[in-house]
């Protein structure tokens, strides 16, 4: 779970998704960029990537089916990032990669999730 | 968590103390993935202290003001300051007490019934994207002088 991410942060979390599925093939990610403005561009990014990918917001219309190993998921969707960490086998904080500060390290921690 | 925590220092330091991977740059980020995710019950472990941590010390989010500000890439003039040291100390006046009492367990933690809505990390969670919290910032750097010290703010 890569969440509150922000821009150049998807970009590096990409990059290291091949390597990390090549120890770890069973994984998904679900990735949450902090500004829903910029959800178009980090989806635009995704289809770049060439990697399996779908976005939350789609689900609604669609029936329901498991992830797929691989998979990146774009949280586009609001209020639900708290939540979704629940559901992590590891976190990643964003904000944290730039020079933004870094966002609320407790929002895994509440929930036992290692960041 | 990345190299550039300026943010919730009281919470970061104290998670990197109960092991929380700290990554020197974005090309340690995937064999720190990697490792974590390589033993889960070391990982396990880890989230658990996190959790202990997390819930053992929530008065840590009572700085988050002064943290903010004073990371705040936007610097504030002398009447900015001071009047953001006269809200600080408003709010310490009024949320002082009764976090005083709950760490001394004086104050019975009760659940509410009915919902909450706070904007800022008034509480674990944040204020999440809902469409006044994502706009407020904005609206009040538009009519006020005061830089926000909002996480946007911090960003920009």
Redesign the interface.
């Known amino acids: 779970m890569a969440g509150s991410t922000l821009e150049d942060e998807e970009e590096s979390l990409l990059d290291a998704w091949p390597s990390i599925l090549d120890a770890h093939p069973q994984l998904a990610m679900l990735l949450a960029p902090r500004h829903p403005e910029r959800f178009g561009a980090v989806a635009a990014l995704l289809a770049e990537s060439g990697l399996p990918w779908s976005r939350r917001s789609k689900w609604q219309s669609m029936p329901p089916k498991p992830l797929v190993p691989g998979e990146i998921v774009l949280l586009d969707t609001i209020g639900e990032l708290a939540s979704v960490y629940s559901l992590a086998a590891a976190a990643f904080v964003g904000g944290s990669l730039v020079l933004a500060g870094g966002h609320n390290p407790l929002e895994p921690a509440q929930f036992g999730v290692p960041s | ?8 220092r009281a ?2 330091v104290d ?1 990197l103390t109960h ?3 700290h ?1 020197a ?2 090309e340690e ?3 720190a ?2 490792e ?3 033993d ?1 019950s070391a ?2 472990a ?3 202290r ?2 202990r ?3 053992s010390r929530p008065e840590q ?1 009572s700085g988050a003001w002064p943290q903010s500000w004073s ?1 705040s890439p936007r610097r504030a003039g002398p009447n900015e300051t001071a009047l953001a040291g006269f809200i600080h100390a408003a709010l310490c006046s009024r949320i002082g007490p009764p976090q005083f009492e709950a760490r001394r367990g004086w104050e019975p933690v009760r659940r509410l019934r009915f919902p909450v809505v706070s904007i800022g ?1 008034l509480s ?3 204020a ?3 469409r006044w919290p ?1 706009r407020s910032p904005g609206l009040s750097r538009s009519v006020a002088c005061l830089p926000m010290c909002s ?2 703010a ?2 920009a």
Not at chain 2, 1 to 8: E, I, K, S, T, V
């Open positions: 968590m990345g190299p550039n925590y300026a943010n919730f919470i970061t998670l092991s929380a991977i990554i740059g974005k980020l995937a064999t993935l990697i974590l995710l390589r889960t990982a396990s880890m989230g658990e996190q959790e941590s997390s819930t989010q990371c990390n674990t969670g944040g999440e994207k809902r994502l996480r946007e911090t960003a």
